[in-house]
């Protein structure tokens, strides 16, 4: 079914999240009487297509105040694809649950997840969330899904595919979002699995993805991507998010609390050996809407 369908088919229920910031809102409805969720994000100007945003594009003006040299007021542009497009569409469909509750808004906790917390409540959780919930994630690494949208991939065990992330619309290289799924992901679920004999290979894979990223797209230089990882991730697969550092729009996605940044993660392993990640207290924010924090919530 395509993308124009599921739109023209989707039936509005009620607003999930509105974000100021972040210029996108979230609506929950149907499609074909199963839930579906409609993500709408204002688009970004494509700064290579800008002298087509001429006077004969913007439309519908009208006043809304003045003072001495200074005016301002509202409008309307003419849109085209995809140089000045004005939304970007993402559709989950059908949504489950834990979509509803993901985009929906809600109120934030501070937690500090002992070591203890970890292997009590944590690993559980986690091993509820794995399965089939990841074979999208598989289809892309193993099954040759999104084929057409892959910049870079290497199959070997220590590899990983390099892809767009779905915030992206891929046109606009300042709002560029890329996200590398590790081919190790089975048994590196997050940065909790990693130990100081990870740390060579994210190093080498941390240059292999700037190495990439700056050959693909030619006005960007290695030090202007912002690699890291999550904790807690969306999904239990290793994966790293690379983002070029002026992107305005990714809200808690790179807050403290949520991102952590390779080169952090890669210089604790330093000193936390072995055991990594799991002998350490992981501080970080949990919206009341998600699963773990019902489990941790009369625990910290």
């Known amino acids: 079914m395509s ?6 088919s989707f039936t509005f229920e009620r607003l999930l999240e509105s974000n100021t910031q972040t210029k996108h809102i979230a609506l929950l409805g149907s499609i074909n009487s199963q839930p579906a969720i409609i993500r709408l994000e204002r688009a970004h100007y494509n700064l290579d297509a800008i002298s087509t945003l001429t006077s004969a594009t913007i439309q519908d003006i009208i006043n809304t105040g003045s003072n001495d040299i200074y005016q301002w007021g509202l409008g309307t ?3 085209t694809l995809p140089d000045n497009a004005d939304v970007k569409i993402n559709i989950i469909y059908p949504a489950t649950e834990t979509h509803i509750n993901k985009y929906s808004h809600q109120e934030y906790h501070v937690v500090s997840e002992t070591p203890e917390m970890y292997q009590k409540y944590v690993v559980p959780f986690i091993e509820t969330q794995i399965g089939d919930r990841l074979q999208w994630v598989r289809n892309i690494l193993f099954e040759g899904a999104e084929a057409e949208r892959v910049v870079y991939r290497d199959e070997a065990e220590d590899g990983f ?30 940065v909790r699995d990693l130990n100081i004999g990870h740390a060579e290979w994210l190093k080498a894979m941390a240059l292999k993805i700037r190495t990439v990223v700056v050959e693909k797209y030619q006005d960007i230089k290695p030090d202007q991507l912002r690699l ?11 994966h ?21 940044l390779l080169e952090e993660v890669i210089d604790q392993l330093q000193w936390l050996g072995e055991e990594g990640f799991k002998k350490k207290t992981m501080t970080y924010t949990l919206g009341e809407n998600h699963k773990l924090w019902m489990i941790l919530k009369d625990h910290i």
């Open 77 to 79: 542009t003419a849109s």
């Open 228 to 238: 890291f990882v999550h904790y807690h991730p969306s999904y239990y697969h290793l």
């Open 161 to 190: 595919v390099l892809v767009p992330d779905m915030k992206w619309d891929g046109i606009n290289v300042d709002q560029l979002y890329l996200t590398a799924i590790v081919n190790r992901g089975t048994q590196i679920k997050s």
């Open 3 to 8: 993308l124009e369908h599921l739109v023209k």
């Open 240 to 260: 790293i998010h690379c983002v070029i550092v002026s992107h305005p729009g990714l809200g808690d996605g790179i807050g403290a609390g949520k991102a952590i």
